[in-house]
Antibody, heavy 116, light 107 residues
Framework: EVQLVQSGGGLVQPGGSLRLSCAAS????????MSWVRQGPGKGLEWVAN????????YYVDSVKGRFTISRDNAKNSVYLQMNSLRAEDTAVYYC?????????WGQGTLVTVSS | EIVMTQSPVTLSVSPGERATLSCRAS??????LAWYQQRPGQAPRLLIY???TRATGFPARFSGSGSGTEFTLTISSLQSEDFAVYYC?????????FGQGTKVENK
């Protein structure tokens, strides 16, 4: 059974940092692109970033470029999202997802709240 | 960036009726179009990919069609568990982009 278990969300002040983690199981992690997608409160879905199997390609939505970094550890079957210089508009539920084109499995989501 | 526009924003349908949802891309995405279902408080679930291929676990009452810039998701006979928000998403270009969603509600 494919599982994506997320951790690391919470409340952070504007300008602060947070690192999200996603532990995968039930599939060959090292053979799959991975992605992060977010959903603001009461809003739709927004693709944030994705990463190729060997980290040779990474893509970010413009609004997070230079502030967020996606990475992975294939030995630990995990993908990460380092979020720096956080803004109020980054407040959202963040989902990790398996796949880089049309994710077929999603984590449970983790809430990130940026507020003073 | 490719802009995805869904219509209507809200669709009121009675159980057993047909639901037709539309998605338009600002430029051609070929058949690189997916649909997701999201129930309240849950993560999205992949429903359709390649514009018309049903994902695992979804019954045949769900069907997708279209190519280029115009796409349709049809639910042939709505069941209670189908009331949800549906999103389209293109994966022809980066950044991947979603439509704003169509909420299918009980009439």
């Amino acid at each position: 059974e494919v599982q994506l278990v997320q951790s690391g969300g919470g409340l952070v002040q504007p300008g602060g940092s947070l690192r999200l983690s996603c532990a995968a199981s039930g599939f060959t992690f090292s053979s799959n692109w991975m992605s992060w997608v977010r959903q603001g409160p009461g809003k739709g879905l927004e693709w944030v970033a994705n990463i190729k199997q060997d980290e040779s390609e990474k893509y970010y939505v413009d609004s997070v470029k230079g502030r967020f970094t996606i990475s992975r550890d294939n030995a630990k079957n995990s993908v990460y999202l380092q979020m720096n210089s956080l803004r109020a508009e980054d407040t959202a539920v963040y989902y990790c997802a398996k796949g880089g084109r049309f994710p077929d499995y999603w984590g449970q989501g983790t809430l990130v709240t940026v507020s003073s | 960036e490719i802009v995805m526009t869904q219509s209507p924003v809200t669709l009121s349908v009675s159980p057993g009726e047909r639901a037709t949802l539309s998605c338009r891309a600002s430029q051609s995405v070929s058949s690189n179009l997916a649909w997701y279902q999201q129930r309240p408080g849950q993560a999205p679930r992949l429903l359709i990919y390649g514009a018309s291929t049903r994902a695992t676990g979804f019954p045949a009452r769900f069907s997708g069609s279209g190519s280029g810039t115009e796409f349709t998701l049809t639910i042939s006979s709505l069941q209670s568990e189908d009331f949800a928000v549906y999103y389209c998403q293109q994966y022809n270009n980066w950044p991947r982009t979603f439509g704003q969603g169509t909420k299918v509600e009980n009439k």
